[in-house]
Antibody, heavy 119, light 111 residues
């Protein structure tokens, strides 16, 4: 069974940093592109970042470019999101998601981890 | 990059069919056949319902179907059931600086 379990969310002050993790199991992690998607309270889904399976090529939403870094450790089946210079509008539930491998759709999602940005 | 445009809400009675539209531009929906649809129940993670415009993942009911014309994609739910009441989001691959863009979301209500 495919499982994605996020962790690392919490309360952080504006301007602070936080690192999210996503533990993957039930599939060959290294062969799948992975993504982060967020959802602010009461709002819609927003794409955050992507990383390829083996060449580690990354993409970012304009709203997080230069502040967030996506990475993966294929030996530990773990996806990470290092978030810096956090702002109030970064507060959201952050989901990790697996790509369909053929690309362009997200076929497995974690349960999400909440990030709150407040002083 | 602006979100794809969806109606805020759509409703229907059990057994009826409803259609949710998703309007983008010639740089996303109109350019690629990489539109996917996600169902999200309150407090839950999204679930993939349609990928590559009209393909259903294994396990998704054939009551869900997708199509596209020009810059607008559509999700049709036929034989509406109570459990279909949820939020639905479209997503497209994009030629813009961010490779993916989601729709604004549609709340489906079963009357």
């Amino acid at each position: 069974e495919v499982q994605l379990v996020e962790s690392g969310g919490g309360l952080v002050q504006p301007g602070g940093s936080l690192r999210l993790s996503c533990a993957a199991s039930g599939f060959t992690f290294s062969t799948y592109p992975m993504h982060w998607v967020r959802q602010a309270p009461g709002k819609g889904l927003e794409y955050v970042a992507s990383i390829n399976g083996n060449d580690y090529y990354t993409h970012y939403a304009d709203s997080v470019k230069g502040r967030f870094t996506i990475s993966r450790d294929n030996s530990r089946n773990t996806l990470s999101l290092q978030m810096g210079s956090l702002r109030a509008d970064d507060a959201a539930v952050y989901y990790c998601a697996r790509d369909t491998q053929t690309g362009f759709a997200f076929d497995a999602w974690g349960q999400g981890t909440m990030v709150t940005v407040s002083s | 990059q602006s979100a794809l445009t969806q109606p805020a809400s759509v409703s229907g009675s059990p057994g009826q069919s409803i259609t949710i539209s998703c309007t983008g531009t010639s740089r996303d929906v109109g350019y690629y056949n990489y539109v996917s649809w996600y169902q999200q129940h309150p407090g839950k993670a999204p679930k993939l319902m349609i990928y590559d415009v009209s393909n259903r993942p294994s396990g998704v009911s054939n009551r869900f179907s997708g199509s596209k014309s020009g810059n607008t994609a559509s999700l049709t739910i036929s034989g509406l059931q109570v459990e279909d009441e949820a939020d639905y989001y479209c997503k497209s691959y994009s030629r813009n600086s961010s490779p993916y863009v989601f729709g604004t979301g549609t709340k489906v209500t079963v009357l």
